[in-house]
């Protein structure tokens, strides 16, 4: 790029970008190809995306339009400049319920959209499985559909009109109602008329999905609507700024019925059988994408629903029903259907599905949330499958191909005499009503022999879609992998139709060069991410097991595939992308250039240390969000810890980091002069020189140093008897409990035995002892949140103790990437626990904090800390446990009543290990309480993160979904935070001191 070039983009006054992070972040999409940009341009009216198109068209420079970067096989990657239109483009406005319309800038998300339309009885039918990051820009440009195909058709079938933007700049309405561009539709229409026989002979009636490239088909059926030209063209015609689209009324009532299989071909079988049911969509899963599924924290309640462990299967159908009510309020496709069942009941077709001698067992399912848990699978299935362990991974270049539904049985057996010769496994899922299956093969694009078996499967394949004259690309487009097929997938004659088309739009060749036209710059086995053909080498020795699953870095690195699911809005997944909508705030902005690093793609070429670097990963709040919510595992928190562990072991690690690493000490300095220490913290003079000299904000409060110490207070609490904060091992029985635990078991909380009378003052304690771990911040600074536990643990009898000797949990300096000293202190912790775990009855280990809970049952053995294994299942969260108590002896304790009510806010370390939800049942078991469990993420304060100067305002920008949540709240609401930088950042930036769940409860007990 010449400094001609950009000053020319930069003159249109439209943001734009052309550093070298911008190019490394947006030279992938979701598929397996690289191509680094020239620079990214982030339009904000159709007035600056006309300006920076015709600029980059009159400096020669290629355009890409982009959505959410989703698309599958290369069509959102380019070499010139890509025009995003998603950051900015994302209104949703003239809902006309009458006219069933709305329009929506090409930005807009789809579930943004539905979430919109939802109150008003409305949704937008096709229904992609990216729907939480899917652009209505990206879905209209690869004409995408879901699920429900057999409903709602595809996204072409829901478009009224396009405001596009053209190769020169112009700006035009295209759509039936618009009269812009007649000429130009009038000489398509006589192109694609002259070629409506070949169209006949290529195209038989009868498939449901899309055809590759432009949608000839369906112009030819309304010869004035350019707007089906445009649906399906990637980008290669024209920019979308914004759509009218069409809205579908919500079906009145939906049912499931899952049918289980011995087998692929007997489903496939099956699928052809229930198709006369007029089903709204028929979704197959097979075993190994749901063997993906095991041990996994977020998908384990859909295991149980469908007993995928005691009765496993090889595949199962998802069989889906609606019933839209009166023909008026159907969608155009179900009340066009004439078909005898097509008007049936929801319940009657469920029943006929259950009276059907199909499979080896069936399910039927109407309950919304356990629906939701079924497609949570079927929607997680793609990212779930390339999330297994190694270097083979299941590919998407042949994943999109559609047959007619009747077609599946052959078709499939067709796929399995590719695959077997060639040894290859694949999985079978995807939409089978609409006759398309996502077939990924299983390679490893690292070796040269997986390479050549990839282009072997693509020729082969592309060759049996043609024999049953179906689709190569039905829903994710042509891309990169597929262009060199439509020759022979179309002929010369459609393609030739296609190629003038084209040349109408964009007679320069500006848009999306190379892809649908083969010109040679794209082969499907070019342009492949670096680490395939180089394979990444790390320039140190990694420290951490990745025990959760990949057990390498880079196996958890090269998890990414960049199927966007952390651009989303909802979870706990990812925070800093929620709260800025910046791609380098992503955890795949962080990957990829994590990648971009090691390739020596950065500037300054430094795998350890640079701009790029340190502008992705020092903005990671290390919540762990990422772990459980990537369908890949992704676990940023670690691989960002290694990385600057690294770092440090070669340059030194900085004071600020060595302080952060110790703010134990601090406390313990802190809390032997709270006098002098604590007016300190408020020094104006000394905050200034802090913020100069460490980067500590002075804009943030510091934590107060307590009067008393909580194990100085524990201490006198016992008494001169009991002062010994020594442990001994519990003498009592244990009372199995089994809590499911990422990938382990946590067994058999110790429980004891109950006092004699509900309620009695804990005299003689009856349950055997237990261990509360004194935090860092209990012990220094909210010694009354352990006075606190220590009353309610006592008040259920048991005989509480403190580690003698205790060190830091080792958080802090983990956090920072300083594991040599979480090592060391996870080496002294574990060393002072393990020596119990031999005896019978082993005490309980309890946790207030749960980042501090989270390094013991995780990153102790992250950091391969013998014996951590054995005490980590020794280790309960507070509430986990006093919830556990309560379920099985709701008498334990007495409580006052008070109607009152509660929001509690998780800590994002607790969500990434187990469901919050519980936590308002705990806080309902306190009579008159109404609780309810905030949906936040993290609260943005993480540690220390939210104190450093350079981070506060990100800090209290990802706040912001936490205190919009508390403002919901009823007046009077008590606050519930069990997490220290949690309660930190609300009394920060509210008047609220929220309380610990220990509070609420000792507050409770009468
Ligand atoms: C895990 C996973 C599951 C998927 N499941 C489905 C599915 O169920 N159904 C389905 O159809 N697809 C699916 N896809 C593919 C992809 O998510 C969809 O095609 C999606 O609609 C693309 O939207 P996007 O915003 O990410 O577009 P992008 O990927 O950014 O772009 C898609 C194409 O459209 C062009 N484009 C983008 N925005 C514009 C614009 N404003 N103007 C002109 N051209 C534009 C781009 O140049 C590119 O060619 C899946 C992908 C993944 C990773
Ligand atoms: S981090 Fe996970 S969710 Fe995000 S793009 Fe990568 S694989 Fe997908
Ligand atoms: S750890 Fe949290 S902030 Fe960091 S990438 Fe993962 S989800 Fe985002």
Same mark, same amino acid.
């Given at each position: 790029m010449t400094s001609a070039q950009e000053r020319k983009i930069r003159q249109t006054g439209c943001h734009a970008r052309f550093d070298n992070l911008m190019r490394q972040l947006y030279a992938t999409d979701a598929s397996i190809y690289q191509i680094q940009p020239v620079?990214?341009? &982030?339009?904000?009216?159709?007035?600056?995306?006309?300006?920076?198109?015709?600029?980059?068209?009159?400096?020669?420079?290629?355009?890409?339009?982009?959505?959410?970067?989703?698309?599958?096989?290369?069509?959102?990657?380019?070499?010139?400049?890509?025009?995003?239109?998603?950051?900015?483009?994302?209104?949703?406005?003239?809902?006309?319920?009458?006219?069933?319309? /709305?329009?929506?800038?090409?930005?807009?998300?789809?579930?943004?959209?539905?979430?919109?339309?939802?109150?008003?009885? &409305?949704s937008f039918g096709p229904d992609v499985a990216t729907s939480s990051r899917a652009t209505l820009g990206g879905?209209?440009?690869?004409?995408?559909?879901?699920?429900?195909?057999?409903?709602?058709?595809?996204?072409?079938?829901?478009?009224?009109?396009?405001?596009?933007?053209?190769?020169?700049?112009?700006?035009?309405?295209?759509?039936?109602?618009?009269?812009?561009?007649?000429?130009?539709?009038?000489?398509?229409?006589?192109l694609i008329r002259a070629a409506s026989n070949e169209m006949a002979e290529r195209w038989p009636a009868g498939l449901i999905k899309r055809w590759p490239g432009y949608g000839i088909e369906k112009f030819l059926g309304a010869p004035k609507d350019l707007t089906n030209i445009l649906a399906g063209s990637e980008g290669t015609l024209a920019a979308i700024f914004s759509a009218e689209l069409k809205i579908s009324p919500l079906? #009145? %009532?939906?049912?499931?019925?899952?049918?289980?299989?011995?087998?692929?071909?007997?489903?496939?079988?099956?699928?052809?059988?229930?198709?006369d049911l007029k089903p709204a969509a028929i979704e197959h899963i097979d075993r190994p994408l749901l063997d993906q599924t095991k041990g996994q924290l977020h998908f384990q309640a859909a295991r149980d629903l469908l007993e995928l462990d005691t009765q496993p299967c090889e595949s199962i159908l998802i069989v889906e029903f609606y019933d839209f009510g009166t023909a008026r309020t159907r969608p155009r496709f179900e009340s066009g259907d004439m078909s005898p069942h097509s008007k049936s009941s929801v319940a009657e077709k469920l029943s006929l599905l259950q009276s059907k001698n199909l499979g080896l067992r069936k399910k039927i399912l109407t309950d919304p949330a356990q629906m939701n848990l079924v497609w949570s699978v079927r929607k997680s299935g793609l990212s779930l499958l390339t999330g297994c362990i190694g270097p083979a991974k299941p590919v998407a270049f042949i994943e999109d191909a559609a047959v007619r539904p009747a077609q599946l049985p052959e078709y499939v057996r067709g796929l399995q005499s590719i695959m077997k010769p060639l040894g290859l496994e694949a999985s079978y899922y995807g939409h089978a009503a609409s006759g398309l299956l996502h077939v990924r093969p299983v390679l490893d694009l690292h070796s040269q022999g997986d390479l050549k078996k990839f282009r072997q499967v693509a020729d082969q394949t592309s060759a049996l879609v043609r024999q049953f004259k179906g689709?190569?690309?039905?829903? #994710?487009?042509?891309?990169?992998?597929?262009?060199?097929?439509?020759?022979?997938?179309?002929?010369?004659?459609?393609?030739?139709?296609?190629? %003038?088309?084209?040349?109408?739009?964009?007679?320069?060749?500006? &848009?999306?060069?190379?892809?649908?036209?083969? $010109?040679?710059?794209?082969?499907?086995?070019?342009?492949?991410?670096?680490?395939? *053909?180089?394979?990444?080498?790390?320039?140190?020795?990694?420290?951490?097991?990745?025990?959760?699953?990949?057990?390498?870095?880079?196996?958890?690195?090269?998890?990414?595939?960049?199927?966007?699911?952390?651009?989303?809005?909802?979870?706990?997944?990812?925070?800093?992308?929620?709260?800025?909508?910046?791609?380098?705030?992503?955890?795949?902005?962080?990957?990829?250039?994590?990648?971009?690093?090691l390739e020596r793609r950065v500037n300054g070429h430094d795998p350890l240390k640079s701009e790029e670097l340190d502008a992705a990963l020092t903005n990671c709040l290390s919540c762990k969000g990422c772990t459980p919510e990537c369908p890949s595992n992704v676990n940023l928190a670690l691989l960002k810890a290694e990385l600057m562990h690294a770092r440090w072991r070669r340059d030194g690690l900085p004071l600020r980091e060595r302080m952060l690493s110790n703010v134990d000490l601090l406390g313990r300095i802190g809390c032997a002069m709270p006098a002098v220490a604590n007016p300190i913290l408020t020094f104006k003079p000394l905050r200034a020189l802090m913020e100069s000299a460490l980067g500590i904000s002075a804009r943030r409060s510091l934590p107060h140093y307590a009067r008393e110490r909580f194990d100085k207070w524990f201490a006198k609490h016992l008494g001169s008897a009991g002062a010994s904060l020594a442990m001994s091992h519990a003498s009592r029985d244990t009372r199995g409990n089994t809590i499911p635990h990422r990938g382990y078991r946590i067994?058999?909380? /110790?429980?004891?035995?109950?006092?004699?009378?509900?309620?009695?003052?804990?005299?003689?304690?009856?349950?055997?002892?237990?261990?509360?771990?004194?935090?860092?911040?209990?012990?220094?600074?909210?010694?009354?949140?352990?006075?606190?536990?220590?009353?309610?643990?006592?008040?259920?009898?048991?005989?509480?103790?403190?580690?003698?000797?205790?060190?830091?949990?080792?958080?802090?300096?983990?956090?920072?990437?300083?594991?040599?000293?979480?090592?060391?202190?996870?080496?002294?912790n574990v060393s002072q626990l393990v020596s119990l775990n031999s005896q019978p009855f082993a005490p309980t280990i309890l946790f207030l904090e749960p980042s501090c809970w989270s390094m013991f049952v995780e990153d102790y053995r992250e950091l391969k800390i013998e014996g951590a294994d054995d005490v980590g299942k020794r280790c309960?969260?507070? %509430?986990?446990?006093?919830?556990?108590?309560?379920?099985?002896?709701? $008498?334990?304790?007495? &409580?006052?009543?008070?109607?009152? *009510?509660?929001?509690?806010?998780? #800590?994002?370390?607790?969500?990434?290990?187990?469901?919050?939800?519980?936590?308002?049942?705990?806080?309902?078991?306190?009579?008159?309480?109404?609780? *309810?469990?905030?949906?936040?993420?993290?609260?943005?304060?993480?540690?220390?993160?939210?104190?450093?100067?350079?981070?506060?305002?990100?800090?209290?920008?990802?706040?912001?979904?936490?205190?919009?949540?508390?403002?919901?709240?009823?007046?009077?609401?008590?606050?519930?935070?069990?997490?220290?930088?949690?309660r930190h950042q609300i009394a920060d930036l509210t008047n609220i001191h929220a309380k610990h769940m220990a509070e609420l409860i000792a507050e409770a007990i009468v």
């Open positions: 620079g990214v341009a &982030f339009p904000k009216s159709a007035q600056q995306a006309s300006a920076v198109i015709r600029a980059a068209a009159d400096a020669n420079l290629s355009v890409t339009p982009r959505g959410a970067g989703t698309s599958l096989v290369g069509n959102a990657v380019g070499e010139g400049l890509i025009v995003e239109l998603s950051r900015y483009n994302r209104h949703v406005t003239d809902l006309d319920l009458e006219k069933h319309s /709305v329009r929506v800038g090409a930005g807009v998300v789809l579930d943004q959209l539905n979430d919109f339309l939802r109150p008003h009885g &409305f879905m209209i440009a690869n004409n995408s559909s879901g699920a429900r195909c057999p409903v709602y058709g595809t996204t072409a079938d829901h478009v009224l009109s396009l405001e596009i933007v053209m190769a020169d700049g112009r700006v035009e309405t295209i759509g039936p109602m618009h009269e812009s561009m007649r000429a130009e539709c009038a000489k398509i229409e006589n079906p #009145h %009532e939906k049912g499931l019925g899952v049918i289980f299989f011995a087998s692929v071909g007997e489903a496939m079988q099956a699928t052809v059988e229930l198709l689709s190569l690309s039905a829903e #994710h487009g042509v891309g990169i992998a597929r262009t060199e097929y439509l020759r022979d997938q179309l002929g010369d004659e459609l393609l030739g139709v296609m190629r %003038e088309i084209k040349h109408t739009f964009d007679p320069k060749n500006i &848009f999306n060069p190379g892809k649908i036209f083969a $010109d040679g710059r794209h082969k499907i086995d070019d342009h492949l991410r670096e680490d395939f *053909t180089r394979p990444l080498e790390l320039p140190f020795q990694p420290v951490l097991a990745f025990a959760f699953k990949d057990r390498s870095f880079i196996g958890n690195l090269e998890q990414c595939n960049g199927c966007g699911g952390c651009l989303k809005q909802t979870g706990i997944m990812c925070p800093t992308f929620m709260a800025t909508g910046e791609e380098v705030m992503s955890t795949r902005g962080r990957a990829n250039i994590m990648r971009a690093a067994d058999a909380a /110790v429980f004891g035995e109950a006092p004699k009378t509900a309620g009695e003052a804990p005299a003689l304690p009856r349950r055997g002892k237990i261990i509360l771990w004194d935090d860092t911040f209990v012990r220094y600074h909210e010694p009354h949140i352990g006075i606190a536990a220590v009353k309610v643990l006592e008040a259920f009898g048991f005989e509480v103790s403190l580690v003698k000797n205790r060190r830091c949990c080792g958080r802090p300096a983990f956090s920072v990437g300083n594991l040599e000293r979480a090592a060391e202190l996870a080496k002294h309960f969260l507070f %509430e986990n446990f006093v919830d556990d108590l309560l379920a099985q002896e709701p $008498d334990a304790l007495r &409580f006052n009543l008070r109607p009152t *009510t509660i929001a509690i806010h998780p #800590h994002c370390h607790a969500k990434s290990i187990m469901n919050p939800a519980f936590m308002g049942g705990l806080a309902e078991r306190l009579p008159g309480r109404k609780a *309810t469990v905030l949906d936040t993420a993290c609260c943005g304060m993480a540690g220390a993160f939210g104190a450093l100067a350079d981070k506060y305002d990100l800090s209290v920008q990802v706040a912001q979904r936490l205190l919009d949540n508390i403002d919901n709240q009823p007046a009077g609401t008590e606050i519930i935070a069990s997490g220290t930088s949690c």
